[in-house]
């Protein structure tokens, strides 16, 4: 509360800093990105300024959601991160006017192309950050062994699901974004200054709060990552009890690092972010030993802004949030 919080990707230095969710007391909080004044916003998905941003995902019951591709043959498709006037943008998902549309993931000509939360039956999911073709891939969230797939954001009333942040079975899971109808969803941080910090997506009905990163009510919440050195982190998934997690920037001197979403034990785990000094960064997915890779945000003026999963051979690797050697890690907000 008492720090201000920083645009998510790294404001310029000669332009004042908004939060990331340009959360004002006096203005009303508006969508992911931190939208400037002169400029029509747009929430991550695309919605107009004129019409209530709905969660990151679209998933209101009057309205047909789309996929985060966003494919619309008579739209063009805009960028998921509204990059600067002055720089070129590249969208989320590469989607180039003089380019066929690549699925957040770099779908292979030799594989099906499957959006990123397209469960479908008849078709074989692809494990967000492991494609490896000598390995059964599962859906993001683990399949069920009967086949019933559970995408990201909407559950099915008839199968006890984990949420992302991973509920307990015995309580029932609300999507990421607390879409129920009952309930008036709230911006994604709703970090109004006189009300205290919320857990990141607000869901239950009865105000109780589960924060994403697991929100103590003594400890004073950070960033989307908390990272307090004092406080144990679970990481975004929330994996198996068996297995220490760490947060999502795993910045522990004396621990190696585990990836977000635990591959297999048959599998080296890298992880999401893995800000290790004396270890060279991995691309969040599927880094090739081939391929050099960009950071997932890199958006600096002196740097054409890479495609977020676009390898290029000439293009020397950056973690996911631009961590170079010379500069202390930032957390994933880049404060």
Known sequence: MEVKTKNIFKNRANVKTKDIFKNRADVKTTDIISYRPDVKTKDIIGNRV????????????????????RKLANVKIKDIIKDRENVKTKDFIRNRVDVKTKDI??????????????????????????????????????????????????????????????????????DIFNNRMEVKTKNIFKNRANVKTKD????????????????????????????????????IFNNRMEVKTKDITGKLANDKIK????????????????????????HIFKNRADVKTTDIF???????????????????TKDIFKNRAVVKTKDIIKN
Do not use: C, H, W
């Open 50 to 69: 004129n019409v209530k941003t709905t969660d990151i995902f679209n998933n209101r019951m009057e309205v047909k959601t789309k996929d985060i591709t």
């Open 105 to 174: 993931f770099k779908s292979r000509a030799d594989v099906k192309r499957t959006d990123i939360f397209n469960n479908r039956m008849e078709v074989k999911t692809k494990n967000i950050f492991k494609n490896r073709a000598n390995v059964k891939t599962k859906d993001i969230f683990k399949n069920r062994a009967d086949g019933k797939t559970t995408d990201i954001i909407s559950y099915r009333p008839d199968v006890k699901t984990k949420d992302i942040i991973g509920n307990r079975v015995n309580v029932k899971t609300t």
């Open 200 to 235: 990141i997506f607000k869901n239950r009905a009865d105000g109780k709060t589960t924060d994403i990163i697991s929100y103590r009510p003594d400890v004073k919440t950070k960033d989307i990552i908390g990272n307090r050195v004092n406080v144990k982190t679970t990481d």
């Open 259 to 282: 990836d977000i979403i635990k591959n297999r034990a048959n599998v080296k785990t890298k992880d999401f972010i893995l800000n290790r000094v004396d270890v060279k960064t991995k």
């Open 298 to 316: 890199n958006n600096r003026m002196e740097v054409k802004t890479k495609n977020i999963f676009k390898n290029r051979a000439n293009v020397k």
